[in-house]
């Protein structure tokens, strides 16, 4: 399955740790009960455990849950830490956070043309 992502309406970070044994059942059940946030909207929910080195990504296509986890070989997540928040990202935000790179970048790399992918 071959799916275009970055027309996603909504891409929200879960920041803080995540229990990463939870599996698609129980983040459904976190981002509604907890965040009171809509699993089954057009949005992708992004999670983190304690080692910040692997993420759990959640996406409803209409037809059910995909489920994305990833491992990364070397190097940490800059994932923010405030347990009771989520935020909403750009798809720049994403692609930074995804590199290990701070969401926050000075100016310069912001206005920078240069594609990523």
């Excluded at 059940?29 to 909207?41: A, E, I, K, R, W």
């Amino acid at each position: 399955m071959k799916y275009d992502y970055t027309n996603v309406k909504n891409i929200y970070i879960i920041c803080g740790k995540t229990d990463m044994r939870k599996g698609i059942d129980g983040l459904a059940t976190l981002v509604q009960d907890s965040f009171d946030l809509d699993p089954y909207g057009d949005s992708i929910f992004l999670f983190s455990g304690w080692s910040k080195d692997r993420y759990k990504c959640l996406y409803f296509d209409g037809n059910g849950f995909a489920m994305l986890y990833k491992r990364l070989d070397n190097g940490k997540l800059q994932w923010p830490k405030n347990e009771n928040e989520v935020r909403n990202l750009s798809q720049q935000e994403l692609r930074w956070l995804l590199e290990g790179l701070s969401m926050q970048q000075p100016k310069a790399i912001q206005q920078s043309p240069k594609s990523l992918f």
